[in-house]
């Protein structure tokens, strides 16, 4: 039998086709964006002509996707896709046209972001602390503090609560509309996406806020809508100016929640305490504006006098009584008839008063004595 004759070296015509063959193949890399031309279409899956001899697939359950780019797909169509697979199977490269169409949305969030364009944005619903909004097909979220003061003023007024129960509830009113947003976050990897009507409103420019504090000055008195009730405060917007009212400076009594005075929507008149220049914010009070309690109270309470008053707070120190809206006296353990609780209605003896420390000592066991 003839022995096989070995080639050790292919000929120089092998060696030229076997380079040209080689060099028109590529090699696609997962999360890379490639364009391809639709050459087959059937209910479970689409082919796409990629050139240099590649061919990608698109699976059913891509197909069934609900958004509408996704749908009506033809031979000869050119569409964008994202590889996922380098190589299944059968040698196709798989693809995802749902990733392509995400990355090309996101790609135009952070142009949108780079550039400060305005982009429209539709409202879903509210969540809580804001709105929950479409925006190129992403979810977005617009917090109400961003949100312009004319939705406080004109939609929310009437119908605005409080509580999140009451909040949500009101601002149905803003769902399916169409708004104006700047994006002033925005992370990929997170899928973040945090919007502002504010940013892109002109009352609310950059210019516009600058003009509005220059004619803004510590004392000043101003009437403006609030935007937000936190456990620590209120927001209020005065006319593109955002400003925060401290729970200390809502009234001279203790406040145990800012919600209990206010609701998201109030109309609300303010005394500027102060303007935090980096912040371009204003301090304000609403108590400034009504008169102190504490002011006159010598006068009023003397040294000796008997008062009627109701007890509003049990310590281990003793018990407080409320004798007018902001203005409380202490019973000490050792001034005391007898036990106490809150809601008794108590007479008392004043024994010691001192405005200017905003203390006022009470006893009861003078009375009975």
Not at 146 to 169: I, M, P, Q, Y
Not at 203 to 208: C, F, T
Not at 339 to 363: C, F, H, R, Y
Request: contains cysteine; aromatic residues 6%.
């Amino acid at each position: 039998m003839p022995q096989a004759r070995k080639i050790s070296n292919p000929s120089p015509v092998m060696d030229s086709l076997l380079g040209k063959a080689g060099a028109n193949l590529k090699q696609y890399a997962y999360g890379e964006l490639v364009e391809g031309v639709v050459v087959s279409v059937t209910h479970s899956e689409v082919l796409l002509d990629l050139g240099a001899k590649s061919e990608g697939i698109i699976t059913g359950e891509e197909l069934q996707d609900s958004d509408r780019s996704y749908k009506s797909l033809k031979v000869g169509d050119t569409v964008l896709a994202m590889v996922v697979q380098a190589e299944n199977d059968q040698g196709y490269i798989v693809l995802s046209l749902k990733r392509a169409e995400k990355d090309k949305k996101w790609k135009t969030i952070e142009d949108a972001f780079d550039t400060e364009s305005v982009l429209e944005v539709q409202v879903l619903e509210y969540t809580k602390g804001g709105l929950l909004v479409d925006c190129l097909g992403l979810r977005g979220f617009v917090p109400l503090s961003h949100l312009d003061r004319v939705h406080f003023a004109n939609d929310l007024a009437k119908t605005a609560g409080g509580s999140e129960t009451e909040l949500k509830e009101s601002l149905k009113v803003l769902a399916g509309k169409t708004l104006k947003a700047k994006v002033i976050e925005q992370d990929r990897l997170k899928n973040r996406l945090v919007l502002s009507e504010k940013d892109a409103t002109a009352a609310y420019s950059d210019e516009a806020k600058k003009e509005r504090l220059d004619n803004i000055k510590e004392g000043d008195e101003l009437d403006g809508i609030v935007t937000g009730v936190m456990p620590f405060g209120l927001f209020v917007d005065l006319e593109g100016v955002e400003g925060l009212v401290h729970i200390s400076e809502i009234a001279w009594e203790k406040v145990s929640s800012p919600a209990m005075y206010y609701k998201v929507g109030s109309p609300i008149h303010v005394k500027v305490l102060g303007i935090d220049e980096e912040s371009q914010k204003l301090a304000l009070s609403v108590k400034r504006l009504i008169k102190n309690p504490w002011d006159g109270v010598e006068d009023r309470y003397p040294i000796g006098s008997r008062i009627t008053g109701v007890v509003s707070k049990i310590v281990p120190f003793g018990a407080f009584v409320t004798l007018e809206k902001g203005l409380d006296g202490l019973i000490h353990v050792s001034e005391a008839a007898g036990p106490l609780n809150v809601g008794d209605e108590v007479e008392a003896v004043i024994t010691n008063v001192d405005g200017e420390k905003q203390k006022l000592a009470l006893s009861t066991r003078l009375i009975s004595n």
